[in-house]
């Protein structure tokens, strides 16, 4: 067996711990919102409609920020559509994903349920088919405490005061065709530009994040980041990006070592937002706002004309197995490595499109291989995060060259003394024995040592067993300073340590 050597130092710190990463995203697309979190008639629905055993659920998980109401959605939607009485709220075909929109679930009940669960809100605005007034009212009847018009409107539907949302994103994947009122680079930099600039004038604390590359592979990658930071530079704190991984021609090597590409794709952002920054004779620095990310098998996607015209469609509800759970593992370890340039991260979607969690109608929820990285990390995540080294074998793949089989990033809490590692072995074939050096750390002691693993990488979750994979304990040792435990392939693992000495600290 090969062997792995971990080199965790409290002295090589990236940054605090940005619990905005973990975030998650609601959009109003298949069964998300509808069967999803609110369900009316369900036997566990609360007063509201929503549903109380998703709502668990998502407390498990951990979620900390939520993108609403869109995506691909929010380009063809009318926010006024979604407020007011449920009686006279319109029936709209929503063109982006050709499914019938009843209103039910707007922007005061989203914003609600948001305040119930201890959630913070990140609200998307339609830049495709509409434009700078609208967004202006939009922002206007969320936030406004004036005796004007729109504030007085959102009083008159029972909601008194502000929601105060903070975040705003302004517009989605604008330079994607497939979006309604895609744009140029410079048509987007000028819509954004004008929307920043007004959002500010009303309120100038407010954290905006302006529409980058919907992919790394978009012809205009790079480009469309510098012409629209560079013409909105002032007024924006964060520019999206979005990533979505599958196998390519079966090629599962690759697929397991896909957070390469999430790497190299926040440290071009990173580059050209600092490129930008010089520019402008500036010490700003700019984040991203990594706001969709997800294993998607969109090779199993016929495409937005498949689909019927029908309310709640049952649309891309992947199914995860085990090596689904390792690579959604790896790229919130990416995330966390990048914890000083990740304002935000949004795992897309909350609910059963290419979900976490997963409902029938009318019936069960459960937990999909991929929530138990995601929650693991959310819960145990504290302090700073450490840039982790480590000595050991890589993987050959054909898409990003050499990449380590082992894939971590560790967290430390100086005040409770609590050191986390989270690692995936990428490896689909070979376990690894994993030598973690603690000696700087001093005397310390293993309080969890967990795997998410499985003898069939191809194992999944289901309605009728729903804990077939779920994180166990694992055997390791600690001798001088030194754990020791084995990775096994395909694997995502958790280790907590307390440190009872830390005078080299």
Do not use: K
């Given at each position: 067996m090969r062997t792995t050597t971990v080199h965790v130092h409290p002295a090589y710190q990236v940054g605090e711990v940005n619990r905005r990463i973990f975030g998650s995203f609601v959009e109003h697309m298949g069964r998300c919102v509808y069967t999803g979190i609110f369900e009316p008639n369900h036997p566990e629905a609360d007063s509201h409609g929503f549903r109380r055993d998703v709502a668990e659920l998502v407390k498990e998980l951990g979620v900390t920020v939520l993108r609403y109401p869109g995506g691909n959605f929010v380009s063809n939607y009318r926010w006024e559509d979604g407020v007011g009485p449920l009686e006279e709220r319109p029936r709209n075909l929503d063109f982006a994903w050709r499914s019938i929109e009843p209103n039910t679930v707007g922007t005061n009940e989203?914003?609600?349920?948001?305040?119930?669960?201890?959630?913070?809100?990140?609200?998307?605005?339609?830049?495709?088919?509409?434009?700078?007034?609208?967004?202006?009212?939009?922002?206007?009847?969320?936030?406004?405490?004036t005796d004007t018009r729109l504030p007085q409107l959102r009083k008159s539907h029972g909601w008194e005061d502000p929601w105060s949302v903070e975040t705003w994103c302004l517009g989605n994947e604008m330079d994607g065709p497939w979006q309604m009122g895609h744009k140029t680079p410079e048509e987007y930099a000028r819509t954004v530009t004008e929307v920043a600039n007004a959002f500010h004038r009303f309120d100038d604390k407010l954290s905006l994040i302006a529409s980058g590359s919907s992919a790394r592979a978009m012809p205009t990658f790079g480009r469309w980041e510098r012409?629209?930071?560079?013409?909105?530079?002032?007024?924006?704190?964060?520019?999206?990006?979005?990533?979505?991984?599958?196998?390519?021609?079966?090629?599962?090597?690759?697929f397991a070592c896909c957070a390469e590409d999430m790497e190299r794709y926040i440290r071009d952002v990173v580059a050209t937002l600092d490129h930008v920054a010089a520019m402008h004779h500036s010490d700003r620095r700019l984040k991203i706002s990594f706001d969709e990310w997800n294993v998607w098998y969109q090779s199993r996607f016929d495409g937005e004309n498949s689909i019927g015209m029908v309310h709640a469609p049952h649309l891309i509800e992947d199914t995860y197995s085990v090596l689904d759970a390792m690579v959604v593992g790896s790229l919130l370890i990416t995330l966390l490595r990048h914890t000083d340039r990740i304002g935000v991260a949004c795992q897309a979607q909350l609910a059963n499109v290419i979900a976490p969690i997963r409902t029938e109608e009318g019936g069960r929820a459960w937990r999909q291989t991929i929530f138990h990285p995601f929650a693991l990390m959310s819960r145990h995540a504290r302090g700073v995060v450490l840039d982790t080294r480590c000595e050991g074998p890589t993987i050959s793949t054909q898409r990003w060259g050499e990449a380590d089989q082992l894939w971590t990033v560790a967290t430390w809490d100086a005040e409770s003394h609590d050191l986390a590692v989270f690692l995936a072995n990428r490896d689909l074939h070979e376990s690894t024995r994993v030598r973690i050096d603690l000696r700087p750390f001093g005397d310390c002691t293993v309080v969890e040592c967990l795997a998410l693993d499985d003898e069939d990488i191809a194992a999944v979750n289901t309605a009728d067993q729903p804990n077939r994979v779920e994180p166990h304990n694992a055997r390791c040792d600690i001798t001088s300073a030194t754990l020791t435990f084995d990775a096994n392939p395909a694997s995502w693992n958790c280790l907590r340590l307390k440190i009872l000495s830390n005078e080299d600290n």
């Open positions: 989203f914003l609600a349920w948001c305040r119930r669960m201890g959630i913070e809100p990140m609200l998307a605005v339609n830049l495709g088919t509409r434009g700078l007034s609208e967004a202006m009212e939009f922002l206007q009847y969320v936030n406004g405490d012409i629209v930071v560079d013409a909105a530079f002032d007024n924006l704190d964060m520019v999206s990006a979005h990533a979505y991984y599958e196998p390519i021609d079966d090629d599962a090597v690759s």
